[in-house]
Protein backbone atom coordinates (compact mmCIF):
# COMPACT_ATOMS: atom_id res chain seq x y z
CA UNK A 1 0.00 0.00 0.00
CA UNK A 2 1.43 3.31 -1.15
CA UNK A 3 2.16 5.71 1.61
CA UNK A 4 0.05 9.11 2.25
CA UNK A 5 2.87 10.96 0.46
CA UNK A 6 2.78 8.52 -2.03
CA UNK A 7 1.44 8.80 -5.63
CA UNK A 8 -1.23 5.81 -6.72
CA UNK A 9 -1.26 4.40 -9.35
CA UNK A 10 -4.87 6.30 -10.70
CA UNK A 11 -3.05 9.48 -10.18
CA UNK A 12 -0.13 8.85 -12.94
CA UNK A 13 -2.66 7.84 -15.91
CA UNK A 14 -0.97 8.04 -19.32
CA UNK A 15 -2.62 10.98 -20.89
CA UNK A 16 -1.56 13.11 -17.88
CA UNK A 17 1.94 11.74 -17.57
CA UNK A 18 2.62 12.26 -21.15
CA UNK A 19 0.18 16.28 -21.78
CA UNK A 20 3.40 16.84 -17.76
CA UNK A 21 5.92 15.51 -20.05
CA UNK A 22 5.06 17.58 -22.84
CA UNK A 23 4.87 20.54 -21.41
CA UNK A 24 8.52 20.34 -19.85
CA UNK A 25 9.68 19.84 -23.37
CA UNK A 26 7.72 23.12 -24.33
CA UNK A 27 9.72 25.08 -20.92
CA UNK A 28 13.03 23.51 -22.71
CA UNK A 29 12.07 24.54 -25.87
CA UNK A 30 11.36 28.42 -24.91
CA UNK A 31 14.53 28.78 -22.51
CA UNK A 32 16.47 27.46 -25.59
CA UNK A 33 14.79 29.96 -27.88
CA UNK A 34 15.39 32.79 -25.61
CA UNK A 35 19.15 32.18 -24.82
CA UNK A 36 20.24 30.41 -28.05
CA UNK A 37 21.50 33.11 -30.19
CA UNK A 38 24.17 33.47 -27.09
CA UNK A 39 26.30 30.50 -28.27
CA UNK A 40 25.60 32.17 -32.43
CA UNK A 41 26.65 35.47 -31.98
CA UNK A 42 29.33 34.82 -34.74
CA UNK A 43 27.57 32.94 -37.04
CA UNK A 44 24.37 34.63 -37.34
CA UNK A 45 26.46 38.14 -36.90
CA UNK A 46 28.06 37.22 -40.14
CA UNK A 47 24.95 35.75 -42.18
CA UNK A 48 22.65 38.79 -41.82
CA UNK A 49 25.62 41.46 -41.98
CA UNK A 50 25.29 43.14 -38.48
CA UNK A 51 27.25 43.51 -35.38
CA UNK A 52 27.59 40.63 -32.79
CA UNK A 53 26.75 43.51 -30.62
CA UNK A 54 23.79 43.98 -32.26
CA UNK A 55 22.84 39.91 -32.16
CA UNK A 56 23.06 40.36 -28.53
CA UNK A 57 19.70 42.42 -28.46
CA UNK A 58 17.80 39.80 -29.49
CA UNK A 59 18.57 38.16 -26.09
CA UNK A 60 18.30 41.69 -24.21
CA UNK A 61 15.13 42.62 -26.04
CA UNK A 62 13.70 39.08 -25.85
CA UNK A 63 14.14 39.26 -22.10
CA UNK A 64 12.60 43.15 -21.73
CA UNK A 65 9.13 42.38 -23.78
CA UNK A 66 8.92 39.01 -21.23
CA UNK A 67 9.07 41.29 -18.07
CA UNK A 68 7.23 43.90 -19.35
CA UNK A 69 4.03 42.01 -21.36
CA UNK A 70 3.73 38.97 -18.32
CA UNK A 71 1.45 40.44 -16.65
CA UNK A 72 -1.29 42.18 -19.09
CA UNK A 73 -1.23 39.29 -21.11
CA UNK A 74 -2.04 36.88 -18.54
CA UNK A 75 -4.95 38.78 -17.17
CA UNK A 76 -6.04 39.56 -20.49
CA UNK A 77 -6.29 35.43 -21.28
CA UNK A 78 -7.47 34.81 -17.94
CA UNK A 79 -11.21 33.56 -19.16
CA UNK A 80 -9.83 31.40 -22.21
CA UNK A 81 -9.90 27.22 -21.23
CA UNK A 82 -5.96 26.25 -20.61
CA UNK A 83 -5.58 23.74 -23.06
CA UNK A 84 -6.35 25.66 -27.00
CA UNK A 85 -4.92 28.90 -25.05
CA UNK A 86 -1.34 26.65 -24.76
CA UNK A 87 -2.08 24.79 -28.17
CA UNK A 88 -2.40 28.94 -29.45
CA UNK A 89 0.84 29.50 -27.22
CA UNK A 90 3.02 27.01 -29.01
CA UNK A 91 1.56 27.26 -31.94
CA UNK A 92 2.66 30.57 -32.20
CA UNK A 93 6.49 29.55 -30.73
CA UNK A 94 6.63 27.00 -33.82
CA UNK A 95 5.85 29.27 -36.40
CA UNK A 96 7.42 32.25 -35.08
CA UNK A 97 10.86 30.20 -34.75
CA UNK A 98 10.49 28.84 -37.80
CA UNK A 99 9.95 32.53 -39.42
CA UNK A 100 13.14 33.28 -37.32
CA UNK A 101 15.48 30.27 -39.59
CA UNK A 102 13.87 31.62 -42.13
CA UNK A 103 14.89 35.03 -41.61
CA UNK A 104 17.21 36.85 -44.09
CA UNK A 105 17.25 40.07 -42.69
CA UNK A 106 18.05 41.44 -38.73
CA UNK A 107 14.67 43.56 -38.61
CA UNK A 108 12.13 40.22 -39.74
CA UNK A 109 14.38 38.26 -36.93
CA UNK A 110 13.72 40.33 -34.48
CA UNK A 111 10.13 40.43 -35.00
CA UNK A 112 9.97 36.99 -34.94
CA UNK A 113 11.88 36.89 -31.45
CA UNK A 114 9.50 39.33 -30.10
CA UNK A 115 6.18 37.11 -31.11
CA UNK A 116 7.85 34.15 -29.49
CA UNK A 117 9.01 36.40 -26.47
CA UNK A 118 4.97 36.94 -26.10
CA UNK A 119 3.90 34.11 -26.64
CA UNK A 120 6.36 32.69 -23.92
CA UNK A 121 4.99 35.38 -21.20
CA UNK A 122 1.68 33.82 -21.09
CA UNK A 123 3.36 30.27 -21.03
CA UNK A 124 5.22 30.75 -18.14
CA UNK A 125 2.35 32.26 -16.04
CA UNK A 126 -0.21 29.63 -16.70
CA UNK A 127 1.76 26.27 -17.25
CA UNK A 128 2.47 25.88 -13.44
CA UNK A 129 -1.08 25.82 -12.74
CA UNK A 130 -2.23 23.75 -15.61
CA UNK A 131 0.80 21.58 -14.76
CA UNK A 132 -0.31 20.84 -10.92
CA UNK A 133 -4.21 20.72 -12.06
CA UNK A 134 -3.56 17.47 -13.52
CA UNK A 135 -2.50 15.43 -10.29
CA UNK A 136 -3.28 15.55 -6.35
CA UNK A 137 -2.15 18.34 -4.09
CA UNK A 138 0.24 15.98 -2.64
CA UNK A 139 1.73 15.39 -5.81
CA UNK A 140 2.39 19.30 -6.54
CA UNK A 141 5.85 19.99 -5.77
CA UNK A 142 7.41 16.83 -7.89
CA UNK A 143 5.24 17.68 -10.69
CA UNK A 144 6.49 21.24 -10.74
CA UNK A 145 9.99 19.80 -10.56
CA UNK A 146 8.95 18.20 -13.83
CA UNK A 147 8.15 21.00 -15.44
CA UNK A 148 11.35 23.23 -13.87
CA UNK A 149 13.37 20.19 -15.23
CA UNK A 150 12.44 21.00 -18.37
CA UNK A 151 13.65 24.79 -18.34
CA UNK A 152 16.75 23.90 -16.78
CA UNK A 153 18.31 21.23 -18.84
CA UNK A 154 17.78 24.24 -21.40
CA UNK A 155 20.81 25.91 -20.54
CA UNK A 156 22.31 22.66 -19.49
CA UNK A 157 22.04 20.75 -22.49
CA UNK A 158 19.80 22.96 -25.20
CA UNK A 159 22.59 25.68 -26.02
CA UNK A 160 25.20 23.47 -25.91
CA UNK A 161 23.66 21.67 -28.50
CA UNK A 162 22.06 24.32 -30.22
CA UNK A 163 25.27 25.97 -30.53
CA UNK A 164 26.91 22.28 -32.04
CA UNK A 165 24.22 22.05 -34.88
CA UNK A 166 24.39 25.77 -35.53
CA UNK A 167 28.68 25.91 -36.13
CA UNK A 168 28.41 23.03 -38.07
CA UNK A 169 25.15 22.65 -40.34
CA UNK A 170 24.55 26.94 -39.83
CA UNK A 171 22.72 28.66 -37.00
CA UNK A 172 18.92 28.41 -39.10
CA UNK A 173 19.32 24.28 -38.49
CA UNK A 174 19.63 25.06 -34.53
CA UNK A 175 16.02 27.18 -34.93
CA UNK A 176 14.28 24.43 -37.37
CA UNK A 177 15.42 21.67 -34.58
CA UNK A 178 14.21 23.79 -31.90
CA UNK A 179 10.65 24.72 -34.11
CA UNK A 180 10.27 20.91 -34.54
CA UNK A 181 10.74 19.92 -30.82
CA UNK A 182 7.89 22.26 -29.71
CA UNK A 183 5.73 20.95 -32.53
CA UNK A 184 6.38 17.63 -30.75
CA UNK A 185 5.54 19.24 -27.74
CA UNK A 186 2.19 20.68 -29.84
CA UNK A 187 1.08 17.53 -30.77
CA UNK A 188 1.18 16.12 -27.77
CA UNK A 189 -0.52 18.61 -25.55
CA UNK A 190 -3.20 18.85 -28.34
CA UNK A 191 -3.79 14.58 -27.66
CA UNK A 192 -2.91 14.13 -24.22
CA UNK A 193 -3.74 17.16 -21.99
CA UNK A 194 -7.17 16.99 -20.64
CA UNK A 195 -9.93 19.86 -22.11
CA UNK A 196 -10.74 20.25 -18.16
CA UNK A 197 -8.07 18.67 -15.69
CA UNK A 198 -10.37 16.69 -13.28
CA UNK A 199 -7.95 17.36 -10.25
CA UNK A 200 -7.66 21.54 -11.13
CA UNK A 201 -9.64 23.07 -8.05
CA UNK A 202 -5.88 23.62 -5.82
CA UNK A 203 -4.71 24.68 -8.81
CA UNK A 204 -6.51 27.75 -9.99
CA UNK A 205 -6.83 29.34 -6.77
CA UNK A 206 -4.08 30.19 -3.51
CA UNK A 207 -4.43 26.81 -1.38
CA UNK A 208 -4.27 29.35 1.80
CA UNK A 209 -4.50 32.49 0.21
CA UNK A 210 -2.56 35.40 2.06
CA UNK A 211 -1.62 38.36 0.54
CA UNK A 212 1.06 39.55 2.96
CA UNK A 213 2.93 36.14 2.98
CA UNK A 214 2.76 36.05 -0.78
CA UNK A 215 4.14 39.75 -0.99
CA UNK A 216 7.55 38.11 0.83
CA UNK A 217 7.33 35.02 -1.58
CA UNK A 218 7.95 37.64 -4.58
CA UNK A 219 10.90 39.69 -1.92
CA UNK A 220 12.19 36.06 -1.37
CA UNK A 221 12.39 35.42 -4.93
CA UNK A 222 13.93 39.22 -5.79
CA UNK A 223 16.55 38.90 -3.42
CA UNK A 224 17.30 35.12 -3.77
CA UNK A 225 17.54 35.66 -7.68
CA UNK A 226 19.70 38.54 -6.94
CA UNK A 227 22.49 37.15 -5.23
CA UNK A 228 22.69 34.39 -7.26
CA UNK A 229 23.23 36.58 -10.21
CA UNK A 230 25.52 38.86 -8.78
CA UNK A 231 27.56 36.05 -8.98
CA UNK A 232 26.86 33.85 -12.03
CA UNK A 233 27.09 36.84 -14.82
CA UNK A 234 30.93 37.15 -13.59
CA UNK A 235 31.41 33.78 -12.94
CA UNK A 236 34.44 33.77 -15.53
CA UNK A 237 35.57 37.01 -14.36
CA UNK A 238 35.92 35.73 -10.72
CA UNK A 239 37.58 32.02 -11.41
CA UNK A 240 40.17 33.75 -13.42
CA UNK A 241 41.00 37.12 -11.35
CA UNK A 242 40.31 35.63 -8.13
CA UNK A 243 40.92 32.25 -8.33
CA UNK A 244 43.40 31.79 -10.72
CA UNK A 245 41.68 29.01 -12.89
CA UNK A 246 42.25 28.78 -16.69
CA UNK A 247 39.15 30.18 -19.08
CA UNK A 248 39.00 27.28 -20.42
CA UNK A 249 37.62 25.87 -16.86
CA UNK A 250 34.55 27.78 -17.58
CA UNK A 251 32.58 25.47 -19.76
CA UNK A 252 33.28 22.02 -17.76
CA UNK A 253 32.40 24.02 -14.85
CA UNK A 254 29.11 25.18 -15.79
CA UNK A 255 28.13 22.01 -17.20
CA UNK A 256 29.00 20.00 -13.52
CA UNK A 257 27.06 23.40 -12.24
CA UNK A 258 23.73 22.49 -14.49
CA UNK A 259 24.28 18.67 -13.16
CA UNK A 260 23.97 19.99 -10.12
CA UNK A 261 20.69 22.04 -10.81
CA UNK A 262 19.17 18.96 -12.28
CA UNK A 263 19.85 17.19 -9.08
CA UNK A 264 18.61 20.06 -6.75
CA UNK A 265 15.45 20.29 -8.80
CA UNK A 266 14.95 16.67 -8.07
CA UNK A 267 15.33 17.10 -4.34
CA UNK A 268 13.74 20.39 -4.00
CA UNK A 269 10.01 18.81 -5.56
CA UNK A 270 10.21 16.21 -3.21
CA UNK A 271 11.07 18.57 0.24
CA UNK A 272 8.49 20.71 -1.09
CA UNK A 273 5.84 18.16 -0.47
CA UNK A 274 6.65 17.50 2.87
CA UNK A 275 7.37 20.92 4.32
CA UNK A 276 7.25 23.83 2.01
CA UNK A 277 9.13 26.14 4.68
CA UNK A 278 12.15 24.58 4.95
CA UNK A 279 12.31 23.48 1.17
CA UNK A 280 12.20 27.61 0.32
CA UNK A 281 14.62 27.94 3.38
CA UNK A 282 17.22 25.18 2.73
CA UNK A 283 18.50 25.72 -0.46
CA UNK A 284 18.37 29.79 0.34
CA UNK A 285 21.11 29.40 3.07
CA UNK A 286 23.01 26.78 1.77
CA UNK A 287 23.52 29.54 -1.78
CA UNK A 288 24.27 32.43 0.93
CA UNK A 289 27.27 29.68 2.64
CA UNK A 290 28.31 28.83 -0.69
CA UNK A 291 28.68 32.58 -1.81
CA UNK A 292 30.09 33.57 1.43
CA UNK A 293 32.91 30.69 1.13
CA UNK A 294 33.94 32.08 -2.39
CA UNK A 295 34.33 35.69 -0.63
CA UNK A 296 36.16 34.50 1.68
CA UNK A 297 38.26 31.55 0.53
CA UNK A 298 37.82 32.48 -3.24
CA UNK A 299 41.63 32.66 -4.01
CA UNK A 300 41.72 28.62 -3.59
CA UNK A 301 40.34 27.11 -6.99
CA UNK A 302 38.81 24.20 -4.98
CA UNK A 303 36.64 26.48 -3.14
CA UNK A 304 35.66 28.46 -5.89
CA UNK A 305 34.81 25.43 -8.09
CA UNK A 306 33.12 23.57 -5.22
CA UNK A 307 31.08 26.86 -4.53
CA UNK A 308 30.14 27.35 -8.23
CA UNK A 309 28.76 23.73 -8.09
CA UNK A 310 26.84 24.10 -5.13
CA UNK A 311 24.63 27.16 -6.08
CA UNK A 312 23.95 25.11 -9.02
CA UNK A 313 22.24 22.60 -6.25
CA UNK A 314 20.81 25.59 -4.20
CA UNK A 315 18.85 27.42 -6.91
CA UNK A 316 17.77 23.81 -8.36
CA UNK A 317 15.94 23.04 -5.18
CA UNK A 318 14.69 26.45 -4.78
CA UNK A 319 12.50 26.57 -8.02
CA UNK A 320 10.26 24.16 -7.39
CA UNK A 321 10.02 25.36 -3.64
CA UNK A 322 9.06 28.77 -4.85
CA UNK A 323 6.57 27.68 -7.39
CA UNK A 324 4.60 25.72 -4.88
CA UNK A 325 4.99 28.68 -2.23
CA UNK A 326 3.64 30.51 -5.11
CA UNK A 327 0.27 28.44 -5.14
CA UNK A 328 0.05 27.95 -1.52
CA UNK A 329 -0.48 32.09 -0.52
CA UNK A 330 -1.84 33.15 -4.29
CA UNK A 331 -3.70 36.24 -3.37
CA UNK A 332 -5.71 35.76 -6.62
CA UNK A 333 -5.44 33.19 -9.56
CA UNK A 334 -2.57 31.17 -9.36
CA UNK A 335 -2.22 31.82 -13.07
CA UNK A 336 -1.67 35.83 -12.27
CA UNK A 337 0.31 34.93 -9.12
CA UNK A 338 2.84 32.58 -11.49
CA UNK A 339 2.61 35.56 -13.55
CA UNK A 340 4.00 38.48 -10.92
CA UNK A 341 6.49 35.42 -9.85
CA UNK A 342 8.19 35.56 -12.96
CA UNK A 343 8.37 39.34 -13.38
CA UNK A 344 9.88 39.00 -9.62
CA UNK A 345 12.77 36.50 -11.35
CA UNK A 346 13.49 38.67 -13.96
CA UNK A 347 13.28 41.88 -11.33
CA UNK A 348 16.13 40.30 -9.87
CA UNK A 349 18.39 39.13 -12.41
CA UNK A 350 18.71 42.74 -13.16
CA UNK A 351 19.40 43.51 -9.88
CA UNK A 352 21.58 41.35 -8.98
CA UNK A 353 23.45 41.75 -12.79
CA UNK A 354 23.12 45.20 -12.39
CA UNK A 355 24.97 45.41 -8.70
CA UNK A 356 27.17 43.15 -9.15
CA UNK A 357 28.87 44.91 -11.92
CA UNK A 358 28.66 48.18 -10.22
CA UNK A 359 30.92 45.61 -7.33
CA UNK A 360 33.31 44.66 -9.59
CA UNK A 361 33.41 48.09 -11.04
CA UNK A 362 34.52 49.32 -7.71
CA UNK A 363 35.08 46.72 -4.86
CA UNK A 364 36.73 44.37 -7.35
CA UNK A 365 35.65 40.76 -8.53
CA UNK A 366 36.37 39.12 -5.07
CA UNK A 367 33.68 41.54 -3.69
CA UNK A 368 30.58 40.36 -5.97
CA UNK A 369 30.91 36.99 -3.85
CA UNK A 370 30.11 39.14 -0.83
CA UNK A 371 27.72 41.44 -2.49
CA UNK A 372 25.59 37.88 -3.53
CA UNK A 373 26.08 36.45 -0.17
CA UNK A 374 24.23 39.54 1.26
CA UNK A 375 21.70 39.01 -0.76
CA UNK A 376 21.11 35.19 -0.05
CA UNK A 377 21.33 36.06 3.15
CA UNK A 378 18.24 38.39 3.42
CA UNK A 379 16.15 36.32 1.34
CA UNK A 380 17.23 33.24 4.17
CA UNK A 381 15.70 36.27 6.66
CA UNK A 382 12.43 37.26 4.29
CA UNK A 383 11.52 32.71 3.77
CA UNK A 384 11.41 32.50 7.58
CA UNK A 385 9.28 35.21 8.01
CA UNK A 386 7.23 33.70 5.83
CA UNK A 387 5.19 31.80 8.34
CA UNK A 388 2.87 28.23 8.07
CA UNK A 389 -0.84 29.32 7.84
CA UNK A 390 -3.14 27.99 10.51
CA UNK A 391 -5.02 25.47 8.18
CA UNK A 392 -8.81 24.42 8.46
CA UNK A 393 -7.85 21.14 9.98
CA UNK A 394 -5.56 22.62 12.17
CA UNK A 395 -7.89 25.39 13.42
CA UNK A 396 -10.44 22.48 14.27
CA UNK A 397 -8.09 20.00 16.01
CA UNK A 398 -7.33 22.90 18.50
CA UNK A 399 -11.02 23.74 18.82
CA UNK A 400 -11.77 19.72 19.48
CA UNK A 401 -8.75 19.75 22.33
CA UNK A 402 -9.86 23.30 24.00
CA UNK A 403 -13.11 21.16 24.38
Known amino acids: ?105 YGFLFAARVATALSQAVFWGVVGPVAAGMFPLRMRGRVLAVVFTGGSIGPMLGVPGATWLGQRAGWEAAFLALAAMGLLAFVTIAVALP ?13 TPDARRFALVMVTTVLAVAGFFAVYTYTSTFITSVAG ?29 RDQRLAVALPLALLAAVLAAMWALGTDPWVTGGAIVLTGLAMGAFSPALQNRVMEFAPGSTDTAS ?23 HG ?36 EEAA
Not at 246 to 264: E, Q
Not at 344 to 355: D, E, K
Not at 366 to 389: D, H, M
Open 245 to 273: MSAAMLAPLLLVRGLADFGGIAAGGFLTD
Open 1 to 105: MPGPSEPKPSDLDRRSVAALLALAVAAFCYVTVETAPVGLLGEIAADLEVTQSQVGLLVTAYSITVVVVTMPLVKLVERIPRRPLLLVLMGVMVVATTCSAAATA
Open 364 to 399: GARGIALTGALFAAAAVATSLLTTEPVRRDDRRAVA
Open 339 to 361: AANSVAFNIGIALGSGLGGLTLA
Open 195 to 207: SRPTRNEHAGRGT
